[in-house]
């Protein structure tokens, strides 16, 4: 099997478990700071029991830590948006890392930008709105949820840059730890600007604490492996673009499980297919190039 196309095996298995993602978000009943706390300290553990703590010197460290923040600044973010709106206006807004990436991605990297990519993006971009317009009533979800996905963009492309020639799993044990220690002091600012309803809970209850731990270990680490193996063979923005995938996965589980589709009309199913379309015409053109 070419790399290409054990990349492409990779990514979209990790999109079909990220699609499960956001329906955690209503089905913890935790705050999002919370969520994402105890997510990273559990998968942190795990990797901790399997890994150890390889070394790769601090420089090497310091740098997957720092990606590492940036994916508990995105949890919380993503989470947040959920819980002032609804799990589909948060993954909605996730598909804009696209858009984000194609504007990140030759900045960073020092490459020219993309009229391709940024086509692409466009279209992504006009399916979002088309989706937003059947509901802008939550303001302050779809905000927060589009600083998630620029943060998510971010993530990604500085992942890329550093896990050249890192085993995945040391990626995954300091991107964790690193993400945990900055989520702890990221959480009382974050907590002061989006004060939540939900009070911070220290010990969560068995429910939530067994929903947690499947989130961790399932829907964390074996993710985030996929992530990253798909990210060594694929561009950034071919992974990215082809994760607008994961609301469409959420939408359908939530109209079914939330009952999240009673009011939606012809713009929200217009919006959903240029999406698809988006990532459908990137594919291609990934595997033919």
Not at 14 to 29: E, H, N, S
Request: hydrophobic share 55%.
């Amino acid at each position: 099997m070419n790399e290409t196309r054990r990349g492409f095996i990779d990514l979209h298995l990790g999109v079909l478990l990220a699609g499960f993602t956001g329906l955690f978000g209503r089905l913890i009943t935790l705050n999002e700071v919370d969520i994402v706390w105890y997510r990273m300290l559990f998968s942190s553990i795990c990797l901790l029991f399997i890994t150890g703590l390889p070394r790769i010197g601090w420089k090497n460290i310091l740098r997957i830590c720092g990606c590492g923040a940036l994916l508990g600044l995105h949890w919380i973010l993503f989470y947040g948006s959920i819980k002032a709106s609804n799990v589909s206006i948060g993954v909605v807004c996730f598909s804009l890392i696209g858009f984000f990436t194609a504007l990140f991605e030759p900045m960073i990297l020092k490459r020219r930008f993309s009229w391709v990519e940024l086509g692409l993006s466009f279209i992504t971009f006009a399916g979002v709105i088309c989706i937003f317009s059947f509901d802008v009533s939550h303001r302050t979800g779809i905000a927060i949820g589009v600083a998630s996905s620029a943060v998510y963009a971010l993530y990604a492309i500085c992942n890329k840059k550093v896990s050249t020639g890192i085993n995945t799993w040391t990626m995954m044990i300091y991107q964790m730890s690193g993400g945990l220690v900055a989520v702890s002091l990221i959480a009382p600012l974050y907590l002061l600007v989006f004060p939540s309803n939900q009070p911070v809970v220290v010990f969560p209850d068995t429910r939530n604490l067994i929903l947690m731990l499947c989130h961790s270990l399932i829907f964390t680490i074996f993710m985030c492996v996929l992530q990253i193996q798909a990210l060594r063979r694929l561009s950034a923005f071919t992974v990215n673009l082809t994760y607008n995938l994961e609301p469409c996965y959420t939408i359908i589980l939530a109209f079914i499980i939330f009952g999240e589709g009673k009011d939606i009309n012809f713009s929200f199913y217009l919006g959903i297919s240029l999406i698809l379309l988006s990532v459908l015409l990137q594919s291609i053109r990934a595997w033919k190039k």
